[in-house]
């Protein structure tokens, strides 16, 4: 069975065309600057060359066509037939209180996807194209919604509940919900296996530091508690989102210099995190880093502030849960940065935990990073949210 598994945006469009005989990815590609002009295809078939394609895209119909023309192209393609593709997999970002599971597409999907577009503005909608533009060009076939918000629908009401007037919760449904839980699902499945732990009482903490970041707490695979709450917005310090931070900041800030709620919680969005407590060097840990090596203050003040965060997160969890037995990094920073790795470990001594050097010195792979002593087993395991999408659309399809 092949299956197409989608991640569109609201001007973007990813796509990759796994084999599930062996899980392996047939091809790849981005739609970029759909709706704008200078719309882009970029595909590369397994062990090929890219292959770009500049035409118009107004919508993501037209995008999901070209996907479809390149998948199948004489020179480039990968299938002789759309035929050969036997469901689509969408990643689809809110499914609210509904959906605790991932579900195959029916109207009422539709409705509850449309229904969460208030709690996901910028990106159920782009979802909800995407889930129609392929009914459209592929009649028939099944979609399968996966919600990254799934994960988190298993933490208990005192996890989930802010400590806000119940009437806010029964009116808008103000809650923690949790984001990443794809990621977080298929790394805590995979310490799991990968470290021969109890598959239903094992005490597992997934730290996904990319350039979106949080912690979640699971036993036997299911969430207890993560760090991202009605938006991605909470938790863990990232590139450009503040996390958490005193409400009152944005009060003051919008008093003092004259701006609206939106323009700040834009601000603690897309101008926050290490971008800016670094004073505006980067997002992007890499150029951090340099910064740091070279003796810039604030680069150092935003790498130390960042681990100390993760870390202040997975003392919480261990209380949470009562203990750990393994910790796993992902992502991004988790899974190219040893120093940050170290840096955050450096603090859970008190848990027993150890990182042997020489182990935390890899990338890119399934590893064991703490030395054999170590009471906490720490892992980096690398992520793929694609894979974990079209294992659920594989599963609900078969
Ligand atoms: P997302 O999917 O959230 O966009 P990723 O998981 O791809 O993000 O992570 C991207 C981030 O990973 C980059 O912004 C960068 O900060 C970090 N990163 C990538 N490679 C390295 C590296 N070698 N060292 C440190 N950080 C890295």
Excluded at 157 to 180: T, V
Excluded at 248 to 261: L, P, R, T, Y
Excluded at 274 to 287: A, E, K, Q, T
Aim: aromatic share 6%; charged share 25%; proline share 3%.
């Amino acid at each position: 069975m092949k299956i197409l598994v989608m991640n569109c945006g609201s001007s973007s469009l990813k796509y990759q065309l796994i084999d599930m005989k062996d899980e392996s990815v047939l091809a790849k590609g981005l739609c970029e600057r759909i709706g704008i002009e200078g719309s882009t295809l970029t595909h590369t078939p397994a062990g090929g060359e890219k292959y770009k394609v500049q035409k118009p895209m107004p919508s993501h119909k037209e995008g999901i066509q070209m996907v479809m023309d390149a998948l199948v192209d004489k020179d480039h393609g990968v299938i002789q037939s759309v035929d050969e593709i036997s469901a689509i997999g969408h990643r689809v970002v809110h499914g609210g209180t509904y959906y605790s599971e991932s579900v195959v597409v029916d109207e009422n999907v539709k409705k509850a996807i449309r229904d969460c577009f208030d709690l996901a503005p910028l990106h159920n909608p782009a979802n909800l194209m995407g889930i129609e533009a392929c009914e459209a060009a592929m009649p028939g076939k099944p979609n399968v919604a996966v919600f990254d918000t799934a994960f988190g629908m298993s933490m208990e009401e005192k996890a989930y509940l802010y400590a806000l007037p119940y009437e806010y919760y029964e009116k808008y449904k103000i809650r923690r919900y949790g984001f990443h839980g794809t990621s977080h699902t298929f790394v805590s499945g995979e310490t799991i296996k990968f470290g021969g732990l109890d598959p239903k009482n094992a005490k597992v903490i997934v730290c996904h530091l990319g350039n979106g970041a949080s912690v979640s707490a699971s036993i036997g695979g299911k969430c207890v508690d993560t760090s991202m709450g009605l938006t991605p917005l909470e938790g863990l310090i990232m590139g450009t989102r503040s996390g958490d931070i005193d409400p009152a900041i944005v009060q003051f800030i919008c008093n003092h210099e004259k701006i609206s709620v939106d323009e700040m919680l834009n601000i603690l969005n897309k101008k926050s995190g290490v971008l800016g407590m670094s004073n505006g060097i980067s997002s992007d840990f890499r150029d951090i880093d340099e910064a740091a090596e070279k003796g810039d203050a604030h680069a150092r003040a935003a790498l130390d502030a960042y681990a100390l965060r993760v870390a202040k997160y997975v003392g919480a969890y261990a209380a949470a849960m009562n203990g750990i037995d393994a910790i796993s990094f992902t992502a991004g920073v988790g899974e190219n940065d040893k120093n940050m790795r170290k840096k955050i470990c450096a603090y859970l001594g008190f848990l027993g935990v150890k990182i042997d050097d020489e182990r935390n010195n890899v990338r890119g792979e399934n590893r064991l990073i703490s030395t054999d002593d170590s009471k906490v087993k720490v892992f980096l395991m690398p992520t793929n949210e694609e894979l974990a999408i079209a294992r659920d659309t594989l599963r609900l399809t078969q």
